[in-house]
């Protein structure tokens, strides 16, 4: 098992989460919207069901744990991986990874 960070519950960070999750991985989901975060369980469930149906995932439950944060900087801590799924939207970015003092 490795920590893992997921920054942005979009699309594609729903997805990549939910994969490494499914391959036994510690994943950690940043993001600053709650309404993402709080549906983070209930998307990666969707995508399981789905996947099961189509023949995708053959295991039938999901190794590794999720974990939301609304906190980048807890999201990120003892993280070996980071995977950074926010949109390609430069004002997005500058505002996600800004410093705060």
């Known amino acids: ?3 893992t960070a997921v920054i942005g519950a979009g699309i594609l ?13 510690e ?4 993001d600053n919207n709650m309404a993402a975060l709080n549906n983070v369980n209930q998307r990666i469930s969707e995508d399981a069901r789905i996947f099961k149906e189509d ?8 190794l590794g744990e999720t974990y939301c944060f609304s906190k980048l900087e807890d999201a990120v801590r003892g993280a070996l991986f980071i ?3 926010i949109p390609d939207e430069l004002t997005m970015k500058q ?7």
Do not use: P
């Open 83 to 85: 995977f950074e799924c």
């Open 27 to 30: 994943v950690r989901i940043y």
């Open 13 to 25: 960070g729903i997805k990549v989460a939910g994969y490494l999750a499914y391959r036994g991985h």
């Open 55 to 62: 023949g995708i995932m053959t295991n039938c439950k999901f």
């Open 95 to 101: 505002e996600t990874f800004k410093c705060k003092s």
């Open 1 to 3: 098992m490795v920590r």
